[in-house]
């Protein structure tokens, strides 16, 4: 599976991004998908999961109420609508595939396939 994140941007404090992944391969439909963040200096962190039928969904507490992660399997596509936006915020993002599992889980270590980043930049 390969993966490519777009959408990250600068935005002013308050505004709204909306991150999309999309996926290589005739079996995204079978793997739970996350969205990760990297802020400068810092560990990489789970924001959202959402499970492979997009039933179930789970947030990092810091974006909940704030982000919504969806996708669609028609287009091998996974999305993070981010509104609200904090400085806070500013990180690269990386949406990733759990290969193993339907229902997506909150450490990095347990995803198998990784796209390569987006920047999200919030000014205050």
Do not use: H
């Not at 924001?47 to 969806?70: E, L």
């Not at 669609?72 to 990386?94: G, H, I, R, W």
Request: net charge neutral; proline share 2%; with cysteine.
């Amino acid at each position: 599976v390969q993966l490519q994140a777009s959408g990250g941007g600068l935005v002013q404090a308050g505004g709204s991004l909306r991150l999309s992944c999309a996926a290589s391969g005739r079996t995204f439909n079978d793997y739970a998908m996350g969205w990760f963040r990297q802020a400068p200096g810092k560990e990489r962190e789970f924001v959202a999961g959402i499970s492979s039928s997009g039933a179930s969904t789970n947030y990092a507490d810091s974006v909940k109420g704030r982000f919504a992660i969806s996708r669609d399997n028609a287009v091998n596509t996974v999305y993070l609508q981010m509104n609200s936006l904090k400085p806070e915020d500013t990180a690269v993002y990386y949406c990733a595939a759990d290969s193993s599992a339907v229902v997506a889980g909150t450490r990095a270590s347990w995803y198998d396939y990784w796209g390569q980043g987006t920047q999200v930049t919030v000014s205050s």
